[in-house]
């Protein structure tokens, strides 16, 4: 497969600049919940409101803790580095430290970082870079079984869920391979494809290309983009599923979200039925079975008691599992796959 | 404006290489049709079978002619430049003649090709290159009023069908601009923006770039891309008319088209009335009060009789003027736009 391939050596350095808001954090909370075992301390600059839990590192503790890689653990709108981050970051090179980051702004392109890893002798790691040579998409059928995550907006799950329905597939026996196609799930799990810097005749194309035919009983746990309901975004997310050609849909929500984040007020979140029937709607050019198999809600801003009410009320009315994955699991849509 | 600004010497030689079918020579076509003026010759290799109805120039004919410019005419699908026509564009360059493409492969990465143009001091022009900084969409509301052409599939006259509205709305002394997505019409005007070429992420924000707040009465008339039902394209669509956010839409259709081009039997066309109301559902999400003024259909395989047959039923079924650009012009919708 052409894929985008990385080596991050850990132990790893979690660098989260000054972001504010976990949803923007996203990268860095992801590596430290999938793999904590690679991670030994956190860096924030002023005005950082995010806390992934890991020891406060400055630049010489990093170095005499060992740290291998700085990961640049936050996606701010339109993934660019802001130039306040650039002493620290080159600090961080001029101690050793290698650095990783998946934005679409790259460290290769920052001139006095480049020199000072050169001259240190370290590596800086773009993974937000498509593999070469995409075929645009041949639309046809293959075999294999093939699970889509999307989503009612950005950072509702979409990775997360993709993840856990991934791990509990094999825990149950199923041969599954989780497809990354974000820069968070492909520095956890070193390969993918970063299909939103794709150029855009390409988004289906790598889909296809990530999430090749495979056994009869084989299930690719595809990680989902954006929203086809997101006004910034929807074009990823809409490549992406008909590329993907999923035989199952599962839909992510934040139940504390009630309008696309960052978009202001014109942009209200659409209910969860009308969002699986919009994605469905959309999927059938490609995949005509395509049917949704739950839905899976970040409920973390809810008591025991909403939560419940909340997924209960979602199960009535679509009539398919409603869970969290943090509360629940995911066991109950790994059961709607059999089915 | 941040778009990609091209600037190609006339006199042109329209390179055809050896395409086959003339939906896949809508660069040189386009050029030909619309700015006959710089065009006085075409190169085709063995196999060819389209004519753009220019004199056939080899390479010491097109030196004598004067050619100051060899243009790549055709797009296969995926863009990519086929070895088979290295020697012939090899030749041009050492003639001292330059080479403009708009293609996803570059001329600049073909090294031989490279090499000759250095030597013999000619310019080696990629159109498809979007500019650099585009940012993500806002998505908020702007001024001015916008019009984007949509299609049924590819090559079905929606670049043709924006500048002939373009033309007829100045030629009633409306304010309007075209905007260019695509290599060929960047060819045409000289600016635009590649669309098929951004990174996904970009798309809308690209379109949004294009085609920016402007006086309450100006038209831009917006080149569409792909379609909203084509299978390996539609993630380009549905970003551009996110970005666009247009007041109004044209839907194109090739009367002789059954199935989209190239993706084989699994894909007929969509109904016309279908694909508007897919369309409009779409593209409420940012632009609400966006509505259809008409459709333009290429009747080029239909007699006189089939054609007005055809035009009759679509008008009957959709309640929208419906024309053949060719044939009876624009002046329909035109009209149109003013309601």
């Excluded at 942009?267 to 079975?289: E, F, G, K, N």
Aim: with cysteine; net charge neutral.
């Amino acid at each position: 497969m052409n894929l985008t391939r990385i080596q991050l050596d850990a132990p790893y350095l979690l660098f989260l600049g000054d972001v504010q808001g976990h949803g923007f954090a996203k990268t860095a909370l992801g590596i430290a919940h999938w793999v904590p075992e690679r991670c030994i301390g956190q860096m924030r600059l002023p005005g950082c409101d995010v806390d992934c839990g890991l020891a406060e590192l400055d630049v010489s503790a990093a170095r005499e803790a060992g740290v291998r890689t700085a990961v640049i653990g936050v996606a701010p709108i339109g993934g660019q580095i802001p130039p306040a981050w650039g002493p620290a970051l080159t600090a961080l090179a001029r101690a050793g430290i290698n650095i990783a980051a998946g934005l679409h702004s790259r460290l290769t392109d920052i001139a006095p970082l480049v020199q000072a890893a050169r001259q240190a002798g370290v590596k800086l790691i773009d993974v937000r870079v498509p593999p070469p040579g995409l075929p645009i998409a041949n639309c046809q059928p293959r075999p294999g079984r093939r699970l889509l995550t999307v989503g009612t907006d950005c950072a509702v799950g979409k990775k997360y869920t993709a993840l856990a329905l991934h791990r509990e597939l094999l825990r149950r026996g199923t041969k599954a391979s989780f497809r990354a196609t974000g820069q968070t799930g492909i520095m956890i799990v070193g390969e993918g494809i970063p299909i939103d810097a794709v150029p855009a005749d390409f988004i289906a194309g790598a889909a296809e290309t990530l999430s090749p035919a495979n056994h009869p009983d084989h299930w690719d746990v595809i990680e989902g983009q954006g929203s086809l309901l997101h006004p910034a975004y929807a074009g990823v997310t809409l490549g992406l599923l008909h590329g993907a050609q999923p035989d199952a849909i599962v839909l992510c929500h934040d139940a504390a979200r009630t309008h696309i984040q960052g978009f202001g007020p014109n942009y209200p979140t659409a209910p969860p039925r009308v969002v699986i029937d919009t994605v469905l709607a959309a999927a059938r050019l490609t995949s005509p079975d395509c049917r949704c198999v739950g839905i899976s809600v970040n409920t973390v801003s809810l008591d025991d008691a909403a939560r419940e009410r909340l997924l209960g009320e979602l199960e009535q009315d679509t009539g398919l599992p409603c869970i969290d994955p943090l509360v629940t699991g995911v066991g109950p849509i790994a059961d709607a796959l059999r089915n």
